[in-house]
Nanobody, 126 residues
Framework: QVQLVESGGGSVQTGGSLRLSCAAS????????AGWFRQAPGKEREGVAA????????VYADSVKGRFSISQDNAKNILYLKMSSLKPEDSAMYYC???????????????????WGQGTPVNVSS
């Protein structure tokens, strides 16, 4: 049974940092594309970052470039999102997604990911 479980969300002040984790079971991250998405109340889901297990450089939404970093630990089968210099506009429910498109092509649409976690909330106060 495939399962993705996110953790690490919480409340921080502007400028703070958080590290989200997404533990996988039932498959391994060392295949295809894995990513993080977010959705704030009343807004559409947004692709935040994605990583391709084949070695390509990770990709990021412009809004988080230079502040967020995606990585994966294949030995532990965990996907991470390190978030720094957080802003109030980063507040959202964050979801991990796995088994995505080949070489993360068009990853930000989110439509080609097979598995999703339940989400972990991030709230950044000013």
């Amino acid at each position: 049974q495939v399962q993705l479980v996110e953790s690490g969300g919480g409340s921080v002040q502007t400028g703070g940092s958080l590290r989200l984790s997404c533990a996988a079971s039932g498959f391994t991250y060392s295949t295809r594309c894995a990513g993080w998405f977010r959705q704030a109340p009343g807004k559409e889901r947004e692709g935040v970052a994605a990583i391709w297990s084949g070695g390509d450089s990770p990709v990021y939404a412009d809004s988080v470039k230079g502040r967020f970093s995606i990585s994966q630990d294949n030995a532990k089968n965990i996907l991470y999102l390190k978030m720094s210099s957080l802003k109030p506009e980063d507040s959202a429910m964050y979801y991990c997604a796995a088994v995505g498109p080949w070489r993360c092509s068009n990853w930000a649409r989110g439509t080609e990911f097979a598995y999703w976690g339940q989400g972990t909330p991030v709230n950044v106060s000013s």
